[in-house]
């Protein structure tokens, strides 16, 4: 029990300063290394509490895909880093701002779920014994019933944000010949194709 507990304060304060570098970070490319830290990190926590099918998750979707992906955008965009922090100034108005709006809207959250009931009640629903149900078995069941337009409103926000990056990354470049099917199509055997007549004994 004892070395449960030192684990779990050695992997939440390798998580916690993860996040701060991540924030802190004056690379991107190292926010983004702090990031995949942070993440393999907490799959740690899952797995102390026996959340292994969380833990994977997290480790393949977020470590394999998202991070991945942070990752390959930052070093392919070509920012000027240096022009950027110029203009930080002029932003960060608005950007305390949003970070106000949230910070209340989080302290609604939490304000409503212990003062309304109702939102108390859905935490005191039974759990299934774990001897008779997996864990993973009883997460699919709560996703795919409860839970099932949150889940497709999730998986249409990475959808997007896959989009959006292929988008960002998506250069025009002078001098490089594409392919292009609908002219390929559209294209008739008369203008292609001509046929010649040799004469026996001639050269083309």
Not at 27 to 44: D, M, R
Not at 45 to 62: K, P, R, T
Not at 162 to 180: E, F
């Amino acid at each position: 029990m004892i070395l449960q507990g030192i684990t779990f304060y050695i992997f939440a304060t390798i998580a916690v300063a993860g996040g701060v570098m991540v924030v802190a970070a004056r690379n991107p490319v190292h926010s983004v290394l702090f990031l995949i830290l942070t993440f393999f990190t907490t799959a740690a926590l899952f797995v102390l509490i026996g959340a292994e099918f969380l833990a994977m998750v997290l480790v393949v979707v977020y470590v394999g895909a998202v991070a991945v992906l942070f990752l390959f955008v930052v070093m392919m965009l070509d920012i000027n880093f240096v022009e950027m922090r110029e203009g930080f100034l002029q932003y960060m108005p608005i950007g305390m701002l949003v970070g106000i709006i949230l910070l209340v809207e989080l302290l609604m959250v939490l304000g409503t779920a212990s003062i309304s009931p109702e939102v108390l009640a859905t935490g005191t629903e039974p759990i299934p014994d774990l001897t008779q149900r997996q864990n993973t078995a009883a997460i699919g069941d709560v996703i795919y019933t409860k839970y099932i337009y949150a889940f497709q409103s999730a998986g249409m926000i990475l959808l997007i944000a896959m989009v959006g990056a292929i988008v960002l990354t998506l250069r025009q470049r002078p001098g490089v010949r594409k392919q292009k099917v609908a002219d390929q199509l559209a294209r008739r055997r008369e203008d292609s194709v001509e046929l010649k007549k040799v004469q026996p004994g001639q050269g083309i």
